[in-house]
Nanobody
Framework: QVQLVESGGDLVHPGGSLTLSCEAS????????MSWYRQPPGKERELVAW????????GYGNSMKGRFAISRDNAKNTLYLQMNSLKPEDTAMYYC?????????RGQGTQVTVSS
């Protein structure tokens, strides 16, 4: 059974940092393109970042470039998202996705709230 379990979401002040984690099980994470998406309250889902299966190539949504960093540890079956210089507009539910061929799986999400 494929599972993606996100963690690390929290309430943080503007300018703060957080690291999200996504622990994968039930499949070989090293074969999957992994990504983070987020959905702010009342808004549509948007891409945060993606990383290839070997971890060599990454991509980011425009508003995250320079502030967020995606990484993975295939030996630990874990995906990470380091978020720095957080802004109130980063408040959202953050989801981990795994794509293998035509199959996509998503976790339950972890809430990030940026507020003073």
């Amino acid at each position: 059974q494929v599972q993606l379990v996100e963690s690390g979401g929290d309430l943080v002040h503007p300018g703060g940092s957080l690291t999200l984690s996504c622990e994968a099980s039930g499949f070989t994470m090293s074969s999957a393109l992994m990504s983070w998406y987020r959905q702010p309250p009342g808004k549509e889902r948007e891409l945060v970042a993606w990383i290839t299966s070997d971890g060599r190539t990454t991509g980011y949504g425009n508003s995250m470039k320079g502030r967020f960093a995606i990484s993975r540890d295939n030996a630990k079956n874990t995906l990470y998202l380091q978020m720095n210089s957080l802004k109130p507009e980063d408040t959202a539910m953050y989801y981990c996705y795994a794509r293998r061929g035509i199959t996509t799986n998503r976790g339950q999400g972890t809430q990030v709230t940026v507020s003073s």
